[in-house]
């Protein structure tokens, strides 16, 4: 079983919803409302996904008559490990996230570059 598979699930239901979200956007613009309503029940089905185990465990856990105080600090510690198990993995090597990192700053340095030139044209 590839754990990254399982990790990646939320990741791949938000980038879902956003393309239709987007498709929506272009293809309906006069249904606000199908637009309005989708984005919210986007927003809610990710919320639902991210906060609803550590609830789950910790209503189990109040059901087999565990003690509060335990369970508030079980429904804690299994939301954060809940978020770790479902954040995406990185897996580029050192050499290839430094090759990316320069990438980036090489980007930002044309753009700045290109936003002095434009500025410096109307000066």
Do not use: H
């Amino acid at each position: 079983m590839d754990i990254n598979k399982y990790r990646n699930c939320i990741n791949n239901l938000i980038n879902w919803e956003w393309n239709t979200l987007k498709r929506f956007r272009r293809k309906r613009r006069s249904n606000i409302l199908l637009r309005g309503s989708f984005a919210i029940f986007s927003l809610g089905s990710i919320v639902f996904c991210v906060f609803s185990p550590p609830f789950i465990l910790s209503n189990l856990l109040k059901a087999f008559g565990v003690p509060f105080y335990a369970v508030d600090w079980a429904q804690i510690i299994s939301f954060f490990v809940w978020l770790w198990f479902i954040s995406p993995m990185d897996t580029l090597s050192k050499k290839e996230r430094e090759d990316k990192n320069k990438k980036k700053v090489e980007v930002i340095k044309a753009v700045e570059k290109a936003r002095e030139e434009y500025e410096n044209k109307f000066k």
